[in-house]
């Protein structure tokens, strides 16, 4: 069975940083393109980041290149995004699947709720 785990949410400052991290188990993690999605209040989920199996290759949405920095460890099947300079439009309920274009499992984490505002 898939679990997706994500953590290390919370409330911060614009400016300021966080780092989330994906819990990943039932499938093949270290073969897996992973990526991070979020959805904001009333919006569609969007995917923010994208790194293939091995690490080498990644890729950002426009509004977070720069800023945002996707990672994996594949010895402990876990997935990260080193969020900085954040703003308040990063806003949003952050989530993590497998796929590097699009989401290979129907079902989703319960996410984990970033908050940015002073």
């Known amino acids: 069975q898939v679990q997706l785990v994500e953590s290390g949410g919370g409330l911060v400052q614009p400016g300021g940083s966080l780092r989330l991290s994906c819990a990943a188990s039932g499938f093949s993690f270290s073969s897996a393109a992973m990526s991070w999605y979020r959805q904001a209040p009333g919006k569609e989920r969007e995917q923010v980041a994208a790194?293939?199996?091995?690490?080498?290759?990644?890729n950002y949405a426009n509004s977070v290149k720069g800023r945002f920095t996707i990672s994996r460890d594949n010895a402990k099947n876990t997935a990260y995004l080193q969020m900085s300079s954040l703003k308040p439009e990063d806003t949003a309920v952050y989530y993590c699947?497998?796929?590097?274009?699009?989401?290979?499992?129907?079902?989703w984490g319960q996410g984990t709720q970033v908050t940015v505002s002073s």
């Open positions: 790194l293939t199996d091995t690490g080498r290759s990644a």
């Open positions: 699947n497998a796929g590097f274009f699009k989401p290979v499992f129907s079902s």
